[in-house]
């Protein structure tokens, strides 16, 4: 009976597991130790962020899942890893072609799939409606501002509509209500396709208005100093962001970034059930 009961737990964690990174460290070629020990699992559907001093690997990690680097030890468990391109990445520089129009930029994850500019056509204005960048098409990375830059990265992101979303300081670039408009987008998208997101960010308030759980970095070496389940129902909206609630769990956060040991009585360290 116990038997039972164990291999059907292990069941439900094999399947309902999205990315799970066990004892990885990451030692570049130059001898940097960019990480040490990190253990980390993220569920099929759950929304996490990174955040963390400048350096502390929160895109090493980003680059570890997505299979475009490889640990030096321990073991990671992601689709990329096995070759499956169900993941999408927005990296921390937007990484347009600069030669190439916004449709054409946008396009490319499509194209790569074999996939024609005329069959994609809809998908990708979809995606550039999402991102507000309608009537931009034809323009080009030069023409465009360093925020839209970025938008036209989310939108190849979006446009293959992914399981995972794999997302670098994706909203670093823009003004406040550029990013507030985005997040509630992000959020609403989010709910809507049950991605699994991984999202990085040094803001926050961005953290935890968005996540599930905000997994807090330090670093030299980088690794996992705490893991923060933010325990609030989705949707979520202004009366949350300025509720006592949330004040307290940024004061959490930034006393971890600060390497002071948490506020008592401390929240839970179990990772968060609230999924959309
Ligand atoms: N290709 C590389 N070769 C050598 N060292 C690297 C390489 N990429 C990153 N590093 C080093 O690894 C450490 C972690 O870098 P990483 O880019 O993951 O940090 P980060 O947390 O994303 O920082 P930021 O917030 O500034 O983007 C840093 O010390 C960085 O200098
Ligand atoms: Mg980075």
Redesign the pocket.
Known sequence: MLAKAALRDFYESIMSTAIALHQVNKV???G?V?LRGIDLTIRKGEFVSLV??????????LKLTAGLSTPTQGYIESPAVVGDRDLAFVF?DAALMPWATVLDNVHLPLKLKGQSLRASRSRIQAALNLVALQGFEHSYPRQLSGGMKMRVSIARALVTNPHILLMD?PFGALDEMSRSRLNGELLHLWEQYHWTVVF?T?NIYEAVYLSNRVVV?AAQP?RIVAEIPIEVPYPRDEEFRTSPQFNQYCRDIAHCLAGEAMPTPPLSTTPSTATP
């Open positions: 570049y070629a130059n940097t960019a963390g001093p400048s350096g502390c690997g929160k895109s090493t990690v921390q300081e990085v040094h970095m980088g």
